[in-house]
């Protein structure tokens, strides 16, 4: 077999001098600095010194940073002699490199120009960059594919995050679309997010908000997955949204079976027995139909974490469009692969902080369910409170709202089956233990176990 001559360095040499670069671009936003203050914040706000290409024009920029930030004069004079001070200026080239920058006219108009286009080069470079990395580590079999691939994927989000401009605005922008917000909702009044479904809830609300962290908590067989299940099914029919339902707990088969007993309103057991009269064959059929075109999409990862519900939001968005809410079912099961060996509240705590990053980056409403600890059990008032949240870490601050199931059932004697004690079984309190941006308040829902479904009481009474 032949073997290769080739210098690895002599490969990688040649790599980086046909790197994507702008020379001109570079100059041109050089330029400005050294002719005006603005143009100096908006650079240092736009770009870091990696996006500038070639080693003189990075030094170039670190020196007019360094000036800068310790408040001392810009101009060509003051640069060179900054420059000599720090014995930097033969290492930028010489005064003849500064001289041509002086010879450049730049115009300011397009600095914003100037700025895009080098950042388009830096990105590209990287991602050539990141292309090689994911070819070596791909040789490296000892190295787990899981890591290859999150590193793939948390350096590819990093990377579409520089594409997004990080625009500054006014105080005067902000309340001009804020009054054309208002006047529009005079015209059409309507929840400002999208509705659950239930309506009490909903006023208290306005709907879930887009980039808002929800959080459902409640004690075991409280109706925690039943109610994010009803709150999907809302969703779908009311707005037609793409739901994702993350299923750590339950397979997708158990969940479609509760979906089907909701709708259907047929016993779950029923259902799963397949003893089913004609005309239950007949109900069943038209309800299958139906959900068979909802864009409800279901994972039951069980070891899910945020990489991948990061990757598959991407893949939904991809198909569909558009995505209306994300469900997870329950978020103390979740994994970060970052922090497996951490303590298990500091790792709960980062996996908060990242669905809430989630929440805004795609602005999307994530319900986040959650247990509560026994503390609540334990207590003559067993109504559950804000810091019964298990493993709470930071849900508690990171959520935009957050709400806690409560049913009074445990104090009724399970002998006693007269009608009214039955009705008030039915009655399930949903506590609105922390709103960011409106009130908290309780909202009272009835419960049909037997068919995992929730109902305004208004329209059942």
């Known amino acids: 077999m032949k073997q290769s001559n080739s210098n690895p360095n002599l490969k990688q040499s040649l790599v980086d001098q046909y790197l994507p670069h702008n020379f001109l671009a570079e100059k041109m936003i050089l330029s400005c600095l050294l002719v005006n203050t603005e143009a100096i914040e908006l650079t240092l706000r736009t770009i870091s010194v990696d996006v500038f290409y070639f080693k003189n024009h990075q030094e170039i920029y670190k020196a007019v940073t360094f000036m800068y930030k310790n408040n001392l004069p810009i101009d060509i004079l003051t640069l060179i002699t900054f420059l000599q001070d720090n014995g930097l200026l033969q290492k930028i080239g010489g005064l003849k490199v500064l001289i041509e920058l002086l010879s450049q006219i730049p115009n300011l108009i397009y600095l914003e120009e100037y700025l895009r286009l080098v950042k388009d080069k830096y990105i590209r470079r990287s991602l050539i960059k990141l292309g090689y990395e994911t070819i070596n580590s791909s040789y490296i079999t000892s190295l787990p594919l899981e890591n290859i691939l999150n590193d793939l994927e948390n350096k590819l989000f990093s990377l579409t995050s520089e594409i997004k401009p990080q625009k500054l605005s006014s105080s005067a922008e902000l309340l001009n679309d804020i009054f054309f917000e208002l006047k529009t909702k005079s015209l059409d009044p309507k929840l400002s997010g999208i509705a659950s479904g239930f309506y009490d809830l909903d006023s208290l609300t306005q709907g879930f908000q887009k980039s808002d962290l929800i959080i459902i908590a409640g004690r075991p067989s409280m109706g925690k997955t039943a109610l994010g299940l009803n709150i999907a099914s809302n969703i779908i ?56 075109k909802f864009p409800l999409f279901i994972d039951d990862t069980f070891d899910l974490s945020i990489q991948d519900i990061r990757s598959k939001i991407k893949t939904i968005i991809f198909e569909q469009n558009q995505i209306g809410l994300i469900i997870i079912d329950y978020i103390q099961l979740m994994q970060n692969s970052k922090l497996k060996t951490a303590n298990r509240v500091q790792e709960l705590s980062q996996i908060t902080r990242s669905l809430k990053t989630i929440a805004r980056e795609f602005n999307v409403p994530i319900i986040g369910l ?22 709470s870490g930071s849900i508690e601050q990171d959520a935009d709202l957050v709400l806690m199931l409560y049913q009074n059932k445990l104090q009724t004697p399970t002998q006693n089956h007269h009608s009214e004690n039955i009705k008030n079984n039915d009655i399930v309190e949903l506590i609105i233990a922390k709103h960011r941006n409106g009130p908290i308040g309780n909202v009272k829902l009835k419960f049909d176990e037997q068919h995992t479904k929730f109902y305004n009481i208004e329209i059942e009474e």
Do not use: C, H
């Open 237 to 292: 029919k009311n707005s037609k949204l793409p739901v994702l339902f993350f299923s750590l707990e339950m397979s997708k088969e158990q969940i479609m079976y509760r979906l089907l007993a909701m709708e259907t309103n047929l016993n779950q057991m029923k259902l799963k027995t397949g003893k089913l009269s004609k005309n239950d064959w007949l109900k069943l059929n038209k309800i299958i139909k139906i959900l068979a």
């Open 370 to 391: 959650s247990q509560l600890s026994r503390n609540v059990e334990n207590r003559i008032d067993k109504k559950p409170i804000l810091s019964d949240l298990r493993e």
